[in-house]
């Protein structure tokens, strides 16, 4: 097989996991309120408070857990870290759906942060085989997998959701592990040995590494804006199934289509005359949107400079926390019982 061929497969491989992914993180957000009604025995308004805190959970170790398993992927290799990462998500939507009481819960959104964190490896492994010219253009169409998922994912959570609370947690195992036996055959690894680099406490450390930005003034800016849009559209998704159910009375099939057209809105391309310098690639911009734009602009931008590998694996990850005690408030503003 030739060079081509392989990257050409790997980058449908990383497009593939971000959309497995972002599905299997999709699908369970119509059915999570009636789930934990079910573990806690309480209604909804105390299921929105412990939403809250479930998604915080996720977003915290997600924020800790992705420079450590980028620079892990540094060592070992980005291959066995990808793939390790999505047999633990796998396992861990089993556990999920099986959970007995709402502390199982806890600890499976504990491990769902910390093996999603695998979009790190999977952006360092895109790094390695894109060449200059076409990096913003695959981080651009791995940008456009996350909005796919999140058109899917909700959709199918909904439709599945009307057979049980349970049942999207166990599609989305089966959607993950499928992944990990696919890239199994397809992946190969990015990273030569003569490129790796021992572990550091120092770079696996996720504040350190956002200080790093201040050497690269380019980078503030981009990064501030992916913040603040993070910080905005990110709160929907942990408010939108209770407050629906609560003022409405939403089934689980409307709550998933309602944030399925609301990921399809957010995926729309760009305007058709925007400037053809905004992106090095101008028909990655009309297709995949700008916001998966200049995720792959601000990605690009990073990995030109050396050190500031680790800053791109950490500034996705740094709305998590605050933008689900955002939605965390919201839902006992909704409902202040």
């Not at 916001?291 to 996705?316: K, N, Y």
């Not at 709305?319 to 939605?327: K, T």
Request: hydrophobic share 50%; aromatic share 12%.
């Amino acid at each position: 097989m030739t060079q081509t061929k392989i990257s050409r497969s790997a980058v449908f491989f990383i497009f593939m996991t971000v959309l497995l992914d972002t599905i299997g993180f999709g699908i369970i957000l119509p059915v999570l309120p009636g789930l934990i009604m079910e573990l806690t025995g309480k209604g909804l308004s105390a299921a929105a408070i412990y939403g809250g805190w479930l998604w915080f959970v996720f977003a915290v170790l997600q924020f800790f857990c992705a420079p450590l398993l980028g620079n892990l992927s540094d060592q070992y290799g980005r291959r066995p870290v990808i793939l390790f990462s999505l047999f633990a998500l796998g396992l861990d939507y089993l556990v999920m759906g099986l959970a007995p009481t709402i502390a199982w819960l806890f600890v499976g959104r504990a491990v769902a942060g910390m093996a999603g964190a695998s979009y790190t490896p999977a952006y360092a492994y895109l790094a390695d085989i894109s060449p200059p010219e076409k990096r913003a253009q695959n981080f651009g169409l791995v940008g456009a997998a996350f909005g796919m998922g999140f058109i899917l994912g909700p959709a199918i959570g909904g439709v599945l959701g009307e057979l049980g609370p349970r049942a999207p947690f166990f599609a989305a195992a089966g959607i993950a592990l499928v992944n990990v036996v696919f890239g199994y055959f397809v992946l190969p690894e990015s990273l030569a040995r003569e490129s790796r680099r021992p572990f550091s406490i120092a770079r696996a450390n996720p504040l350190g590494t956002l200080l790093q930005l201040r050497n690269y003034p380019v980078v503030v800016g981009l990064a501030g804006v992916l913040f603040l849009w993070q910080l905005g559209i990110q709160s929907l998704p942990s408010t939108w199934s209770f407050y629906t159910m609560f003022r409405f009375g939403w089934s689980k099939a409307a709550i998933g289509y309602s944030l399925a057209f609301a990921g399809l809105i957010m995926d729309q391309p760009g305007r058709p005359n925007a400037r053809p310098d905004f992106t090095p690639e101008r028909g990655t911009a009309h297709r995949h949107g700008r916001a998966a734009v200049w995720r792959g602009r601000l990605s690009d931008i990073c990995l030109r400079h050396p050190g500031m590998d680790d800053v791109c694996r950490t500034v996705f990850l740094v709305p998590g926390g605050a933008r689900l005690s955002v939605g965390q408030c919201l839902d006992v503003a909704a409902d202040p019982e």
